[in-house]
């Protein structure tokens, strides 16, 4: 069956939100938008590619960083609205230089930090 990334259901902003997780290790590592562009590029280039809301621009994971992300797999959620893309991460997932942007535990009320930026 062939895949086509506007059969996805994407928010009223025509996104649809992406976890990566690295591919050895099961560690989630970020959270970030795509809308249907950014999928197909993704699976085309095999190089993640996602929709920065911000900036209103596509977003190549580690284009300006180094920090890059090649994709492994692409998986769907049961409901189409969430999308897990699985990756090889080299460096630092988040912008803050940390290994995982889920680098906060809340615990009995109070914020843990678990990591601390790389370099």
């Given at each position: 069956?062939?895949?086509?990334?506007?059969?996805?259901?994407?928010?009223?902003n025509?996104?649809?939100?992406?976890?990566?997780?690295?591919?050895?290790?099961?560690?989630?590592?970020?959270?970030?938008?795509?809308?249907?562009?950014?999928?197909?590029?993704?699976?085309?280039?095999?190089?993640?590619?996602?929709?920065?809301?911000?900036?209103?621009?596509?977003?190549?994971?580690?284009?300006?960083?180094?920090?890059?992300?090649?994709?492994?797999?692409?998986?769907?959620?049961?409901?189409?609205?969430?999308?897990?893309?699985?990756?090889?991460?080299?460096?630092?997932?988040?912008?803050?230089?940390r290994?995982?942007c889920?680098?906060t535990?809340?615990?009995?009320?109070?914020?843990?930090?678990?990591?601390?930026?790389?370099?």
């Amino acid at each position: 069956m062939s895949f086509d990334p506007n059969t996805l259901i994407y928010d009223s902003n025509g996104l649809i939100p992406c976890i990566a997780q690295q591919n050895d290790t099961g560690e989630v590592l970020m959270m970030a938008w795509m809308n249907a562009t950014a999928v197909a590029k993704t699976l085309e280039t095999k190089r993640v590619t996602y929709w920065s809301r911000s900036r209103q621009a596509f977003w190549i994971k580690g284009e300006t960083s180094g920090h890059t992300q090649e994709l492994i797999d692409l998986r769907l959620d049961c409901d189409r609205d969430c999308l897990l893309a699985v990756v090889r991460q080299i460096g630092a997932a988040c912008h803050t230089n940390r290994r995982s942007c889920f680098y906060t535990s809340v615990t009995f009320g109070a914020e843990v930090e678990l990591m601390t930026p790389e370099g």
